[in-house]
């Protein structure tokens, strides 16, 4: 049997569906349809994750992660959050109430399975995870892969590490100069242009969307 993962959702469908597939591969799944009882399976059963659903009656899942996180006598868990994409303040909100990570709706099972295992070892590893992670894009350090909507892009060192540092703080523009220090080192010459050849290479990879062009600036990671 693998890990125990609670499921708190008051869609049926969704519950059914995600059970359906989690099931399918080994986990040990319990759900509820509401906050409150949400609350009560995490106090009543010991879980390595909990998929919270954000809009829920009774109590919202912002508040579930709140109590969960307050109560001193639950074993914490990973908990990611099931949000849909033009949820941005409620992504905001769940990582300050104490979430890890948020899994955007509508779920694709692939995905879905993908991020799971993603956030199980991430909690088996500590602190330092092996992957990064930003809505649909997973980072592995260890294999310099991509993981993208369940999709596996290698990508090489130089790729990797500049992907990695725009991924590091979404939002953020990195000016140039700073791109070629964190990624290239101040002890290797090269040029900008050498910045704009590798975006490309990424963009042809990615899509055009995840990666922003400052002008006379830098670059910045555009959640998507």
Request: with cysteine.
């Amino acid at each position: 049997m693998k890990e125990t993962i609670l499921l708190i959702d008051d869609d049926p469908d969704i519950v059914q569906m995600i059970s359906y597939n989690l099931k399918k591969e080994g986990y040990d799944v319990h759900t509820a349809n509401d906050g409150e009882n949400g609350v009560k399976l995490a106090s009543n059963v010991k879980s390595d994750l909990i998929l919270l659903d954000v809009m829920m009656p009774k109590m919202d899942g912002i508040e579930v992660c709140e109590t969960i996180r307050e109560n001193n006598s639950i074993e914490q868990p990973i908990i990611a959050f099931l949000t849909s994409r033009n949820e941005d303040y409620s992504q905001i909100a769940g990582f300050k109430a104490g979430g890890d990570d948020y899994i955007n709706k509508p779920i694709r099972p692939k995905v879905l399975l993908s991020r799971v295992e993603a956030l199980l070892r991430r909690k088996h590893v500590g602190d330092t995870p092996e992957e990064q992670y930003n809505g649909k894009v997973i980072l592995d350090r260890e294999r310099f892969l991509l993981l993208l909507e369940g999709n596996e892009i290698q990508l090489p060192k130089k790729e990797f590490e500049l992907l990695e540092l725009l991924l590091s703080k979404p939002g953020k523009v990195f000016p140039r100069d700073q791109i070629l220090s964190k990624v290239w080192g101040d002890d290797t010459i090269v040029g900008e242009r050498t910045i704009d050849v590798h975006i490309r290479k990424l963009r042809e990879k990615i899509g055009d969307s995840y990666i922003r062009t400052i002008k006379g600036v830098g670059y910045t990671y555009n959640e998507v």
